[in-house]
């Protein structure tokens, strides 16, 4: 199957009563694999637990292995707001609408005004989106709003059919609003793909924390999105999510190193897909081997990897999970099992609008201030 961006899933809006046909994913296999700095002191050193490197590309979807169908990284470094929630600055030049080409460090993506992604329906996945810094604004079909960011998670389970909006209000008028947030695509199995949908806050303040401190008195940060480590277990996922059930071991970190940090990843158990994606940082080590950044390690999900955070500290993502093993069909944002699902899919959509947009524009905002909160119906929850 090939792979499909965001931005070629809103194109294929326009035209979902198309003729569709399903595939199956394909997975690079070249390999990036630094040799070990000369420079440094030979020592005995645990088997090397990476079975590939992989190069990230420098835009658009990093590769992933199933159970994992997507990830991205939004990266954006956006002027001061103009008060109105979008950019202080022209946008004269840039191909409205599919805005991808990093103008100035920054995109508008299919926002008009406001960056970000409007209106858009998805089927039969999850998406998990991890913000690091800056703020979303959420709304869907359900009628679920949801302004959140600077440490929240985002879970949302499409299941049978959503539609929903993220855009990224520029609050700040006298600074500027950086943006760094992941947005990952979990699969569902078979049996999963058209169950109900189900919108989940993880609150920043509420995600456990693993700090390990070395024998230098270096710090390494996890933080737990998914699954289990050294004791800390994360908030509960989406009750119908691939990552419920715990025998699945999906994990999904977020690692911070002091420069020069040791910290030893521990093992799972065996068959698990377990990939270590380099994001930022000069270099890291791995079984006395140096990697630079933007890659993904495929590692052995049984062995043991103690990573160094090189001289300048590294910040890696780590995303596992037992393989689902099933067919994919994927149609821009629908992801099934085959061909004739996804014509299924095209045909609910034009018939029920998965439950059609109660909200007054494609690109919904919150307001303009930055307190964070969800809203389902009536009830109001914010972090704490």
């Keep these: 199957m090939e792979k499909v961006t965001r931005r070629d899933a809103m194109k294929m809006l326009a035209a979902l009563a198309a003729a569709v046909s399903g595939g199956c994913v394909q997975r690079s296999s070249a390999s990036g694999e630094a040799p070990m700095n000369?420079?440094?002191?030979?020592?005995?050193?645990?088997?090397?637990?990476?079975?590939?490197?992989?190069?990230?590309?420098?835009?658009?979807?990093?590769?992933?292995?199933?159970?994992?169908?997507?990830?991205v990284h939004h990266n954006d470094a956006y002027p001061p707001g103009n008060g109105r929630l979008g950019p202080n600055a022209s946008l004269d030049g840039r191909l409205m609408g599919q805005d991808f080409a990093n103008r100035d460090g920054w995109n508008m993506y299919h926002g008009q005004a406001i960056p970000g992604f409007p209106r858009h329906p998805h089927r039969g996945?999850?998406?998990?989106?991890?913000?690091?810094?800056?703020?979303?604004?959420?709304?869907?079909?359900?009628?679920?709003?949801?302004?959140?960011?600077?440490?929240?998670?985002?879970?949302?389970?499409?299941?049978?059919?959503?539609?929903?909006?993220?855009?990224?209000?520029?609050?700040?008028?006298?600074?500027?609003?950086?943006?760094?947030?992941?947005?990952?695509?979990?699969?569902?199995?078979?049996?999963?793909?058209?169950?109900?949908?189900?919108?989940?806050?993880?609150?920043?303040?509420?995600?456990?924390?693993?700090?390990?401190?070395?024998?230098?008195?270096?710090?390494?940060?996890?933080?737990?999105?998914?699954?289990?480590?050294?004791?800390?277990?994360?908030?509960?996922?989406?009750?119908?999510?691939?990552?419920?059930?715990?025998?699945?071991?999906?994990?999904?970190w977020w690692i911070e190193m002091d420069a020069l940090a040791e910290w030893t990843l521990p093992p799972a158990i065996g068959g698990l897909h377990r990939d270590l994606y380099l994001v930022s940082g000069e270099a890291v080590s791995l079984a006395g081997r140096t990697h630079s950044t933007g890659q993904r390690l495929s590692l052995k999900s049984d062995v043991a990897?103690?990573?160094?955070?090189?001289?300048?500290?590294?910040?890696?993502?780590?995303?596992?999970?037992?393989?689902?093993?099933?067919?994919?069909?994927?149609?821009?944002?629908?992801?099934?099992?085959?061909?004739?699902?996804i014509r299924e899919t095209i045909q609910d959509y034009h018939r029920t609008q998965f439950g059609g947009w109660p909200w007054p524009s494609d690109e919904p905002t919150l307001g303009d201030q930055a307190k964070r909160f969800a809203r389902r119906g009536d009830a109001l929850e914010e972090p704490s």
């Design 38 to 71: 000369p420079s440094e002191p030979s020592r005995s050193v645990a088997p090397d637990p990476v079975l590939e490197a992989v190069p990230l590309p420098t835009s658009g979807p990093w590769p992933t292995r199933d159970p994992f169908l997507f990830c």
């Design 125 to 252: 996945f999850e998406t998990v989106t991890v913000v690091n810094q800056g703020l979303i604004d959420h709304a869907d079909s359900l009628g679920c709003a949801a302004r959140y960011g600077d440490g929240d998670v985002q879970w949302l389970t499409a299941g049978d059919g959503i539609n929903h909006a993220e855009m990224f209000p520029l609050l700040a008028t006298e600074s500027d609003n950086p943006m760094s947030f992941f947005q990952i695509w979990l699969n569902l199995p078979r049996a999963r793909k058209r169950v109900p949908p189900e919108f989940k806050m993880l609150w920043n303040e509420q995600l456990p924390v693993v700090v390990n401190t070395d024998s230098a008195g270096l710090k390494t940060l996890v933080r737990v999105i998914a699954g289990d480590l050294e004791g800390r277990v994360a908030i509960p996922p989406p009750v119908n999510s691939w990552a419920s059930d715990a025998t699945n071991a999906v994990a999904i």
């Design 305 to 341: 990897a103690t990573i160094g955070g090189g001289n300048q500290g590294c910040t890696l993502l780590v995303l596992q999970g037992r393989p689902i093993g099933e067919p994919i069909a994927q149609h821009g944002p629908f992801v099934m099992n085959t061909a004739g699902e």
